[in-house]
């Protein structure tokens, strides 16, 4: 019966991923605004289905004046408008150099009227329509597939934002003069590397904030730090430490340009970046050339560099919601901000209540994008096909992604992993994953929750996708921090450890699909989850003050003792490093950063959200720990396994790869698994079966708070164990994990151990 069902599953999957010739072409329309070969003509091209009118306006310039010619667009078929322009007839308009542009668009809710000039309401029928229509051409609107984008809709010399607003008080403002604008960028001859084709069993990824990664960082110029540029400086330390994959916070475009115009004051500032207004751009605040065209030539010259050192680069996507946001008063749905996909085509592009009149909200930022929508499905497949094809990105991390798996457009959220016109499964199709064994592809990687609704999906996710594994963080921090308050099982342990074939074995997926982490980006380091017993956001500059944040951290101070704060977090790093499936750790968590208890940064560009590169003593202890466990990991296959152990139940019966232990030698069998009072587990893993240099490997771990002695088992024929690391307190140092051949003999078979309380052994045999 298992194995019919596996089947049928394995057929789902092969028939959602499709064959070559079924999938759709990257852009087929042409969206966007793009030279010819000859650079002597450019064609703009954008989709709306529903406007009556939309012309195209000509700058030549960011900001600060009008525009130099306004043209109008042509509709052709499947609602896309189009128009081509000679490079001679845009400098006759006083248009040279860089181009600049935007749209403005009528229609239903605002008809076309000739006497309409800009700032009037004429023709103007209503804020939104019975169909959910929100045309204003007083917006001048952005390119949805805008390469680039000159600056944000706030910045520091222009942070009236009710301008953008459509309502009664702003509707007939007109920002032409101040939106943003699209960028016109001709191909440049930057070249990305060659891309790894490592597979993502074997990663060890990284976690990082582009701009947080060197801002702090004095051996990197000034004028570098915080930039592609300088990020790609970091190459070889994270390369060094033992990282195969850096996974940047997201990098398209957002509101950041205000973040330092009165730096003590996070009010509005948005440093993580989840708030995109351009899923083509990259960030031009990022950018040590911020020149038209610069950040996209740096942002490819980080890539190589990323990828001259082995290491993919891995980007973290919103397609959930926009930079548009939502509703500005839940009491009053006329009034939204208007920057782009909203006033071309808002029901296509967002999800709405049934009765049209309001965002559709799953993500709790405002309101949710359609990711139904064919049109809407086709800018996220076309953005991601240009990072990966054109700006050299090797995969993605995908916020909030069972947005991403929507079965239904508006007044509707349903949750469908096995509705083949998804778009997660359109992804996945489109942009074929990476093969298990390694290879060509892209790797794809959700955070597979949102709010509300069937949206918790952990485990759910279709074939192609690995996920961020909360099951893995929800049993590691109660296991070490809440120790008799908290129920935890033995065999809880041991299926996060093998690589949770509970969440991930029933569908034909592997443990590579697991992205085990105990720590992320929105919420404690590693450093203050085993340091805090709760969070304090609401503290000054630079720690602060944040709003928000999770109340229930499964965090402890461990009882105030320095000393057992970093045991614990050994303890974290080297479970993880240990365990099946694809670790991920924070930028910083390698050498114990901490942000003082601040569980929710997301506003903090400030030094102190910044990773620190002054290290004391025991920061660089540390962080030679990490590194030696990344280390460790790396050279034994074992620890990657492509596929679950072989007869890892959990069950007490006899395991070919890998076989659980009680302190005493005794193999572990169901009882004492499913047992929350016992609180310490060994397990053996079988080198021999992985083609691994240790013939096996012996973890113990122990949760109780007092030391427990546990006895060897086989350690195989003419071997004996030796000790690679000890978290207790009694072995920190520099040399904590021992580099091969230079680890500590301790006996043969039936030796006994003894482990400190909360402490984790790792041997292997030799």
């Known amino acids: 019966m298992q194995l019919h069902r596996l089947m049928i599953v394995a057929l789902i999957a092969f028939a959602l991923l499709g064959s070559p010739a079924s999938k759709a072409a990257i852009n087929a329309s042409g969206l966007g605004a793009d030279y010819d070969a000859t650079k002597t003509n450019v064609t703009f091209k954008i989709y709306s289905s529903r406007a009556s009118r939309i012309?195209?306006?000509?700058?030549?310039?960011?900001?600060?004046?009008?525009?130099?010619?306004?043209?109008?667009?042509?509709?052709?078929?499947?609602?896309?408008?189009?128009?081509?322009?000679?490079?001679?007839?845009?400098?006759?308009?006083?248009?040279?150099?860089?181009?600049?542009?935007?749209?403005?668009?009528?229609?239903?809710?605002?008809?076309?009227?000739?006497?309409?000039?800009?700032?009037?309401?004429?023709?103007?029928?209503?804020?939104?329509?019975?169909?959910?229509n929100r045309f204003n051409p007083n917006k001048l609107l952005v390119d949805p597939y805008a390469r680039e984008l000159s600056h944000d809709p706030l910045t520091p010399t222009m942070s009236n934002g009710t301008v953008y607003a459509s309502g009664a008080l702003y509707r007939n403002q007109d920002t032409g003069s101040v939106a943003p604008k699209a960028i016109v960028i001709a191909p440049d001859t930057v070249l990305t590397g060659t891309k790894p084709t490592r597979a993502l069993k074997d990663d060890i990824i990284y976690e990082v904030h582009v701009r947080g990664l060197t801002m702090n960082d004095t051996s990197i110029a000034a004028a570098y730090r915080g930039?592609?540029?300088?990020?790609?400086?970091?190459?070889?330390?994270?390369?060094?430490?033992?990282?195969?994959?850096?996974?940047?916070?997201?990098?398209?475009?957002?509101?950041?340009?205000?973040?330092?115009?009165?730096?003590?004051?996070?009010?509005?500032?948005?440093?993580w970046g989840y708030m995109t207004l351009g899923f083509f751009a990259p960030d031009r605040r990022y950018a040590y050339d911020k020149a038209p065209g610069g950040p996209t030539k740096e942002f490819k010259a980080m890539v190589k560099a990323f990828h001259d050192k082995g290491i993919k680069v891995l980007i973290d996507v919103v397609y959930n919601h926009t930079g548009e946001g939502g509703v500005w008063n839940p009491a009053d749905k006329t009034t939204y901000n208007i920057y782009g996909m909203r006033g071309l085509d808002n029901p296509t592009y967002y999800s709405l209540t049934a009765d049209r009149q309001s965002s559709w909200d799953n993500t709790g930022v405002g309101g949710n994008y359609n990711t139904r929508n064919l049109v809407a499905q086709n800018l996220i497949v076309d953005s991601l096909a240009y990072w990966r094809n054109t700006l050299g990105v090797d995969g993605y991390r995908y916020d909030l992604a069972s947005v991403l798996g929507n079965s239904c457009e508006h007044g509707c959220f349903n949750y469908d992993k096995l509705d083949p016109n998804t778009a997660l499964n359109r992804i996945v199709r489109e942009l074929p994953p990476r093969p298990a064994a390694g290879g060509t592809g892209a790797d794809h990687v959700a955070e597979p929750w949102a709010i509300g609704g069937n949206s918790y999906q952990v485990g759910n996710f279709p074939a192609g996708w690995a996920e961020w594994n909360g099951s893995y963080r929800d049993t590691m921090r109660p296991l070490q921090n809440r120790l008799g308050s908290v129920a935890v099982t033995p065999g809880q342990l041991a299926s996060r450890v093998a690589g949770s074939s509970d969440l991930y074995g029933d569908d034909g997926r592997r443990p590579w699909h697991s992205v085990n982490f105990i720590t992320a980006h929105d919420g404690f380091t590693l450093k203050d989850l085993y340091s805090c017993n709760g969070k304090n956001n609401n503290q000054p500059w630079p720690m602060g003050p944040s709003d928000g944040g999770e109340d229930h951290n499964v965090s402890w101070d461990q009882g105030g003792i320095a000393a057992d704060q970093r045991k614990a977090a050994r303890n974290g790093m080297a479970l993880m490093?240990?365990?099946?499936?694809?670790?991920?750790?924070?930028?910083?968590?390698?050498?114990?950063?901490?942000?003082?208890?601040?569980?929710?940064?997301?506003?903090?560009?400030?030094?102190?959200?910044?990773?620190?590169?002054?290290?004391?003593?025991?920061?660089?202890?540390?962080?030679?720990?990490?590194?030696?466990?990344?280390?460790?990991?790396?050279?034994?296959?074992?620890?990657?396994?492509?596929?679950?152990?072989?007869g890892s139940d959990n069950n007490g019966n006899v395991m070919e790869q890998l076989r659980w232990f009680k302190p005493d030698g005794g193999v572990a069998d169901g009882a004492y698994m499913g047992n929350a009072n016992n609180h310490a587990l060994a397990w053996r893993i079988d080198g021999s079966e992985f083609g691994d240099t240790a013939s096996a490997i012996y973890v113990a771990h122990n949760a109780w708070s007092a030391q427990v002695n546990f006895t060897l088992p086989w350690p195989g024929t003419g071997k004996s164990w030796y000790r690679v690391t000890d978290t207790c307190n009694w072995a920190e140092g520099a040399t904590q994990v021992r580099a091969p051949g230079l680890e500590d003999a301790v006996g043969g078979e039936s030796t006994v151990y003894g482990v400190c309380g909360r402490g984790t052994l790792l041997l292997i045999a030799k």
């Open 55 to 132: 012309e195209l306006f000509l700058y030549s310039s960011a900001s600060g004046t009008q525009e130099k010619a306004r043209r109008v667009m042509t509709l052709g078929t499947g609602g896309v408008w189009s128009l081509t322009i000679p490079v001679a007839t845009l400098g006759g308009y006083g248009v040279t150099g860089t181009v600049y542009y935007g749209y403005r668009a009528w229609g239903p809710n605002w008809p076309y009227n000739a006497g309409w000039t800009k700032g009037s309401a004429l023709g103007f029928a209503s804020d939104v329509d019975a169909a959910g």
């Open 227 to 271: 930039t592609y540029k300088g990020a790609g400086l970091k190459a070889a330390y994270l390369a060094g430490l033992g990282v195969t994959a850096v996974e940047f916070l997201p990098l398209q475009e957002t509101q950041n340009d205000t973040n330092e115009l009165v730096p003590t004051d996070t009010a509005g500032d948005n440093y």
């Open 577 to 646: 490093m240990l365990s099946g499936g694809v670790p991920m750790i924070v930028g910083g968590d390698e050498a114990l950063r901490g942000i003082n208890c601040n569980n929710n940064p997301y506003n903090l560009d400030s030094s102190a959200n910044w990773l620190d590169w002054t290290w004391s003593a025991a920061e660089s202890n540390f962080q030679a720990f990490a590194k030696g466990m990344m280390t460790f990991r790396k050279a034994h296959p074992a620890l990657r396994p492509l596929n679950f152990y072989s």
